[in-house]
């Protein structure tokens, strides 16, 4: 089977390498399905047309951010009564503080606002230093949206998770749920905010990774963009033969229509719709938190078009796959019904012979 995908994939598949089952199943479908209607042909998937879900330029993603000073705490805070937020401040004021990456910030800035909240009893006796802090709080606040969409968007783990990729999902992947579960955990995270603040950084550090450790993300993007081509390209195959040359044009079963049956039991029912299911439920759970974090406040609106590109109601990537497989669905009901041969029907047969 491994070689055939490779035999298969110089003359159909543009940049195919030899693990891209995903791809191959669907091209040797199409060209099974192609064969049996004896049409003119069919334009395969070109890998290279999942670019055009490239996400946008990351400065166009991310927010400008007014920088706070905090630096002359420093020299005001006493160590005795709040240790850990003069640590805190300190650290952001070192070379290395300086540098921290967007999702690294996102962590400190909750550990300074917990940090703030810890020391402002101990300034009952120093009205101005606690309002100083209480007003660098709110102010931090306000900026959590921001700082999130930047630790977002400023990330190259969330940028190679959301990529597209060269190859589709392999027909039998594993189940990688730490990625998925790590997108909806910052769609949590983010929605929450202000109110809530942000988890420490070693407890976001985790999510980060395990978007970047997962190659399904690009995957499931490339994946959707080539079923939603080859089920609307096999749907046209039916819907033209159809219109053109009937299989059974007189309502009875024919030995062309018993071939397509075949190709329906075996190939669809047995191999690309299995792998189609396993798509479409990997791909609600990674629409729906794609959605969530649509919604929270102030998406770049760079941001907000891409991730409506991918997974919104209308006009979107997975509304489009999803349409494709109504389509087909629908172009085989057809076809099958008008030789008799649906299931339910006097000539349906659900076991594949060996053609």
């Known amino acids: 089977m491994k070689r055939l995908a490779l035999l298969l994939c110089p003359l159909l598949l543009a940049a195919c390498g030899p693990a891209d089952n995903g791809l191959a199943l669907q091209a040797d479908y199409l060209q099974r399905?192609?064969?049996?209607?004896?049409?003119?042909?069919?334009?395969?998937?070109?890998?290279?047309?999942?670019?055009?879900?490239?996400?946008?330029?990351?400065?166009?993603?991310?927010?400008a951010l007014p920088e706070l000073r905090i630096g002359l705490l420093d020299l005001v805070l006493d160590a005795r009564r709040c240790p850990h937020l003069q640590q805190l401040i300190s650290q952001r004021n070192s070379s290395l503080g300086k540098q921290l990456v967007p999702s690294q910030r996102l962590g400190y800035e909750g550990d300074l606002l917990r940090a703030i909240d810890d020391c402002l009893p101990h300034l009952q006796d120093d009205a101005g230093l606690k309002t100083t802090l209480q007003r660098l709080a709110a102010d931090k606040r306000g900026q959590l949206p921001a700082v999130f969409w930047n630790a977002l968007n400023g990330s190259r783990e969330v940028e190679r998770y959301l990529r597209f990729a060269d190859q589709a999902l392999p027909v039998a992947f594993a189940e990688d749920g730490a990625a998925l579960d790590a997108l909806e955990q910052l769609a949590v995270i983010g929605a929450g905010l202000p109110q809530r603040l942000p988890p420490p950084a070693e407890r976001l550090e985790p999510l980060f990774f395990a978007l970047y450790a997962s190659d399904q993300g690009g995957q499931l993007i490339t994946s959707l963009a080539s079923l939603r081509h080859s089920l609307d390209a096999a749907s046209e195959l039916l819907e033209q033969r159809q219109q053109r040359r009937p299989l059974c044009p007189l309502g009875q079963a024919t030995p062309r229509g018993r071939i397509l049956q075949n190709i329906f039991v075996k190939f669809y029912a047995g191999g690309l719709q299995p792998y189609l299911a396993a798509v479409d439920q990997r791909g609600q759970q990674w629409q729906a938190a794609l959605r969530q974090l649509q919604g929270i406040e102030g998406i770049p609106p760079a941001t907000g078009t891409y991730l409506e590109r991918l997974a919104g109601e209308r006009d979107s990537l997975w509304m489009d796959f999803r349409a494709a497989t109504t389509r087909h669905v629908k172009a085989w009901q057809t076809l099958l019904n008008s030789c008799g041969l649906a299931p339910g029907q006097a000539g349906w047969s659900g076991t594949p012979d060996d053609r």
């Open 33 to 63: 399905l192609d064969r049996a209607l004896e049409s003119d042909g069919f334009v395969a998937f070109d890998s290279r047309s999942a670019s055009q879900y490239r996400l946008p330029p990351r400065r166009e993603r991310l927010l």
